[in-house]
């Protein structure tokens, strides 16, 4: 494998876990602790078409290569390089106006980047998205998605029965929560890939704003993130909670704050200055340390927030939270 065309450092043996947010990292942990589960997600990903997906791609897009597409092909070995994946995932570039990229699979996953995505992104921009798709992968994100579009398919098909319409969006709604923590924890990742912290803000705010970056500056952006978090009263906060129903993806605003509160907190310099769980590791994290992180996650974004609806359910989450950490806890102790 080669190393970075300039001086990134190489993240060795690097665990997922170090970049993840706490309430991706603690459902990750708990799945990974099921004798035998990965083994149950590759299957069901064999089963439900990664296979086929493969094929389709390599029939109808571009496989970027040494003499196809190079500097892609060259950014997905420098992000395989730095984070220290064995294998280097196959990227395939799409013909779509839109601007997107996506990681596929779990026995052999790839990378599909549009067209409209590499209009959109300067070089180092695009460095962080295919850092960004490389972490996914890291976190074995992709068949956790594939599992919440089997769902929200089921849920839509069983509509007609009430209760169990409900309790299907209670599961997809969780896990919707999950997919936009676990797109928070690639930005992580992202950056660490990357290296160049101004580039991963400017490709978030390019998605909220297009190409036309002269325009746009990222200080006013982070603006409108805190006067996203305070604006108005109740009934402004219970639209923001409506408006991300059905939603996979936290609004742009949130991920660029989110992103630079991380960088400045001292966990993206400690990790580049060596100081992060390793790989060899994992099989030691404990599923009830985990998931009291990701309650005190919760409760520290619940706090910090001048959501005036935050401010009013602040004790229902509490409890809820609290009600999740004992159904852990015991889970975690039958494990034992």
Do not use: C
Request: no cysteine; aromatic share 8%.
């Amino acid at each position: 494998m080669t190393t970075p065309d300039r001086n990134r450092v190489q993240l060795t043996g690097i665990s997922s876990r170090a970049y993840e947010h706490p309430a991706d990292r603690s459902a990750l942990v708990a799945m990974r602790s099921l004798t035998g589960f990965d083994s149950v997600l590759k299957r069901m990903s064999g089963l439900f078409g990664e296979r086929r997906l493969r094929l389709m791609f390599l029939a109808s897009a571009v496989r970027t290569t040494d003499t196809q597409f190079r500097s892609i092909y060259d950014m997905g070995r420098d992000s395989a390089y730095i984070l220290d994946l064995h294998r280097i995932p196959e990227i395939y570039v799409q013909q779509d106006p839109k601007a997107y990229a996506m990681a596929i699979g779990f026995d052999e996953p790839f990378i599909v980047v549009s067209t409209g995505l590499l209009d959109l992104m300067d070089d180092e921009e695009l460095r962080f998205v295919i850092g960004h798709e490389m972490s996914h992968i890291l976190s074995g994100h992709a068949v956790y998605g594939t599992m919440l579009a089997i769902l929200t398919r089921l849920a839509t098909r069983v509509a007609w029965i009430p209760l169990g319409y409900i309790g299907l969006r209670v599961i997809v709604a969780a896990l919707e929560e999950w997919q936009r923590k676990a797109e928070m924890s690639a930005d992580r990742g992202g950056l660490l890939a990357g290296q160049d912290p101004d580039a991963a803000l400017r490709a978030l705010m390019k998605l909220a704003g297009g190409s036309r970056l002269h325009e746009m500056n990222i200080e006013a952006f982070l603006d409108q993130a805190r006067e996203y978090d305070t604006a108005g009263d109740v009934r402004d906060g219970l639209l923001k909670v409506l408006n991300m129903l059905g939603t996979t993806h936290p609004f742009a605003v949130t991920r660029v704050a989110e992103l630079d509160r991380w960088r400045r907190s001292g966990t993206y310099n400690a990790i580049l200055a060596g100081d992060y769980p390793r790989r060899e590791d994992d099989a030691n994290a404990s599923v009830s340390e985990e998931v009291k992180a990701a309650a005190n996650s919760y409760r520290e974004s619940w706090a910090q927030s001048q959501d005036p609806f935050i401010g009013v359910l602040r004790d229902v989450a509490e409890g809820a939270v609290n009600a999740g950490e004992r159904i852990f806890n015991r889970f975690a102790r039958r494990e034992n």
